[in-house]
């Protein structure tokens, strides 16, 4: 079951580089927000993907279910009854505020990564 993958770690790698560059130097709402949760649901797909030799369709439902309920929390005081303050690493990660764009979001990224793990090499 644990089995390293260096292949979708260099995925990963990309990724989260990109992700970086977005967090750090992009200002446009859409690529920021929207594009950057398309993208972090395929990141953490391949990070897991990584190290964990399950079937692909178990990975992206279990990175779907981890970005829901983080997003659902995000309805919630949680960060407040944690006591985390602003500004916070954990605050950035977690976000603070829900919204339905986000949900539909990771549901592209994770039918994206779903759809490339599942093509198969054309032949002739």
Not at 33 to 61: E, N, P, Q, R, W
Not at 80 to 96: A, M, W
């Amino acid at each position: 079951m644990l089995k390293f993958n260096y292949k979708n770690f260099i995925i990963f790698l990309i990724l989260l580089s990109i992700e970086v560059i977005i967090a750090l130097y992009i200002t446009q709402h859409f690529v920021r927000h929207t594009l950057g949760d398309f993208l972090c649901v395929i990141m953490l797909y391949y990070l897991i993907k990584s190290f964990v030799k399950i079937k692909s369709t178990y990975i992206a439902l279990i990175v779907l279910l981890v970005a829901y309920t983080i997003e659902m929390l995000q309805l919630t005081p949680i960060l407040d009854y944690l006591k985390i303050e602003d500004p916070s690493f954990v605050r950035i990660i977690f976000g603070t505020t829900f919204s339905v764009s986000d949900l539909i979001a990771y549901t592209f990224g994770v039918v994206t990564v779903l759809i490339i793990e599942n093509l198969k090499p054309l032949t002739f």
